[in-house]
């Protein structure tokens, strides 16, 4: 048994369906690395999370490329 369509429900749906904010970032892929805190800086909180994708607006591979950096500038003691 389904639930009834309530009119909550139906703007989750909405909510849900929004495009992402396609952020124009000009950020050549060799500027991202690990050496590079200040650039990394900008895809964390204050207190060190990784933003998600739909907050940052960046495709996915570049993503995927600044998850890496900012994991590795964490292990060499670079970006807390």
């Given amino acids: 048994m389904s ?29 991202i690395d690990f050496k590079n805190p200040d650039l990394l800086k900008k895809f964390t909180t204050e ?7 739909r907050m940052t607006g960046v495709a996915a591979h570049l993503h995927r490329k600044i998850t890496k950096a900012i994991k590795r500038s964490r292990n060499v003691l670079l970006m807390k």
Avoid: E, W, Y
Wanted: charged residues 35%.
């Fill in 3 to 31: 639930t009834p369509k309530t009119p909550q429900r139906k703007s989750n749906f909405r909510r849900a369906n929004r495009a992402m904010p396609h952020r124009r970032l000009d950020i050549s892929t060799d500027a």
């Fill in 47 to 53: 207190s060190g999370k990784i933003l998600p994708r």
